[in-house]
């Protein structure tokens, strides 16, 4: 599979796996080592988590199952996120979520995601969403100190807008080297908010979260939704596949902005469609009607 380089010494596989759902998917440690062997035969190799994912269970699910390989870490890129603080009963006490980049608490999430992942550095951390308290000297400085001690080697935004972007990086050592955002043929908020132009002036790969809209597009429900899954089925029958899903991956994967789907998929079958897609040449007018059929509305 492509590798998307991002800068030196980091590429991700064009198509990354996606854990936030992995308590769902009820596999022994066994299962998911081999559910990991098989996608990275695939040519998968990027796989994306969150310090809050399974209610702060999948980071550790995910190095236990690799616990028995130790081999595979360095042929796989860990991408995990912290900043979220939910209301949970892990940690008692919390009246309302909130969001918290100070240098105590990513100090605490990246140790936390050394010992879950059972390894010494972590690829890639994201900043989870940006945040209206985030003090971008205070972040700026955590991130040096946890670069220098080599326990993560790059870092990257999720969820920003352009101007929370350009505000933090101009703070920073080295630029993000990604921004996760939800992009699907049902979430079409980064095309009209800027951010996909930002993206090609910039020269970054975005990560789209939900690239199938969570499993929305299975199952349609809105008027939207009706209009996507009938426009992807048609073009599935017109480029001979029988899988909406490839289609829905080779629409994102044709914009020139080089988009990375995260793909978010317990089934290794499924997976596989995602490589597939790589495969899936659409015209630019097949592109177009699954656009119009998302907004609900010609091209003016
Ligand atoms: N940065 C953020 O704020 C953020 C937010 C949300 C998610 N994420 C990341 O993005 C990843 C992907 O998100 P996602 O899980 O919502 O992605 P997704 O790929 O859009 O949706 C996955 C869901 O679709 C279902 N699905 C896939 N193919 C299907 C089919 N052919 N028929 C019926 N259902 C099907 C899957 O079920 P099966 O497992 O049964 O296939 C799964 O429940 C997450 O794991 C996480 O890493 C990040």
New binding site residues.
């Given amino acids: 599979m492509t590798k998307v380089p991002l800068t030196a010494g980091l590429s991700f596989s064009r198509i990354i796996h996606?854990?936030?759902?992995l308590p769902d998917?009820n596999m022994t440690t066994k299962e998911l080592l081999d559910f990991i062997r098989q996608a990275m035969d695939m040519g998968v190799t990027t796989f994306?988590?969150a310090d809050i994912y399974g209610d702060f269970s999948c980071e550790k699910l995910f190095g236990d199952a690799l616990a028995p390989e130790p081999g595979l870490r360095q042929k796989i890129q860990i991408v995990t996120?912290c900043g979220i603080k939910p209301v949970t009963k892990k940690y008692p006490g919390r009246k309302i979520k909130v969001y918290d980049y100070s240098r105590e608490y990513i100090f605490r999430s990246v140790e936390n995601a050394l010992a879950n992942f059972r390894t010494d550095y972590i690829d890639v951390l994201l900043v989870?969403?940006p945040s209206p308290m985030l003090n971008p000297e205070e972040l700026a400085a955590a991130f040096a100190y946890l670069k220098q001690s080599g326990k993560v080697l790059h870092f990257g935004v999720?969820?920003f807008t352009p101007g929370q972007y350009d505000m933090l990086n101009s703070y920073l050592d080295d630029k993000p080297v990604t921004n996760?955002v939800?992009i699907?043929p049902l979430c079409l908020e980064h095309f009209e908010n800027g951010n996909m132009d930002f993206f090609l002036k910039e020269r970054i790969k975005p990560m789209a979260?939900?690239?199938?809209?969570?499993?929305r597009i299975?199952k349609p429900e809105t008027e939207q939704e009706h209009r996507v899954f009938e426009a992807l089925t048609e073009i599935a029958e017109e480029l001979n596949t029988d899988s909406?899903?490839k289609v829905a991956y080779a629409w994102l994967l044709k914009h020139p902005a080089g988009i990375m789907p995260?793909?978010?998929?317990?089934?290794i079958g499924?997976l596989k469609l995602a490589v597939e897609a790589l495969d899936l040449d659409m015209s630019l007018e097949q592109w177009f009607r699954i656009y119009v059929a998302s907004t609900g509305e010609e091209l003016p």
């Fill in positions: 996606g854990l936030w759902r998917w994306d988590h996120k989870h969403r999720s969820n996760q939800e699907s979260w939900s690239p199938l809209g969570a499993g299975f909406v899903d995260v793909a978010g998929t317990g089934s499924r």
